[in-house]
């Protein structure tokens, strides 16, 4: 999968110390390695580490912890999303148990019609402005 084109991209290289010297200075001294290892986190951070085998292992890890960080952080977004769909789940199980609560009490105002018709007595409606205000409520 390709990144989205505004996620910053680390970038791991070799530079010549030596060559980016000004031409007026001497080569370096035996003690600077002429090449050093660069690596950029994508972020602006930028890590110079020498080219020898201690400097090696240490952009290992670097490269290695950088990685472990974007697991975590991906695996951290993964979870947020379960978490996310375990609660819609719950509030559409609350939804459905509603909804049958509905199509119940839609059958109890029909039976109580019916059976007041049986009766013979009318179908008074009531002036209860709140029942007036909860009838005009529509049922999604």
Known sequence: ???HPSTPQSEVRVHNA???LPSTTTSPSPETPPLEFIFNDGHGTLVRLPATPSGAAQLLHLTQTHYQTHV???RAIKDRIHQQNLYLN???GQLDAVGKSIVTAEKDIMRAKTMLA???LPLVEDDCERCADLMG???L
């Open 90 to 92: 719950g509030l559409h």
């Open 18 to 20: 030596a060559a980016a």
């Open 72 to 74: 975590f952080a991906h």
């Open 118 to 120: 049986v009766q013979g």
């Open 137 to 139: 409520v529509r049922v």
């Open 1 to 3: 999968m390709e990144p």
